[in-house]
């Protein structure tokens, strides 16, 4: 058998007992923008940090292939 919380039976507590439903509306769109906003710069920070070591991997591979060219034709001995 679940043990069952007892309802509190004491004077309200909260500070705003009743939320209208404009309040309601608001906050849940203030949190979908904030979601939005979170995902969104995940995604920016995710396809950033590959452009970068794309950009990397490719100046380490020119540069590897202009140390061979430059030592190829003598320029570098």
């Known amino acids: 058998m679940?043990?069952?919380?007892?309802?509190?039976?004491g004077p309200e507590?909260?500070?705003h007992p009743h939320i209208s439903e404009e309040q309601v509306e608001a906050i849940a769109a203030r949190a979908?923008?904030?979601a939005?906003?979170?995902?969104?710069?995940?995604?920016y920070r995710t396809v950033g940090k590959s452009v970068i070591t794309k950009a990397i991997w490719l100046i380490g591979a020119s540069a590897v292939g202009a140390?061979?060219?430059l030592r190829s034709?003598?320029?570098i001995r």
């Open 2 to 9: 679940p043990s069952e919380t007892p309802q509190y039976s």
């Open 36 to 43: 939005i906003e979170k995902v969104t710069n995940h995604v």
């Open 32 to 34: 979908a923008e904030l």
């Open 67 to 69: 140390y061979l060219w």
């Open 73 to 75: 034709n003598g320029w």
């Open 13 to 15: 507590r909260r500070t």
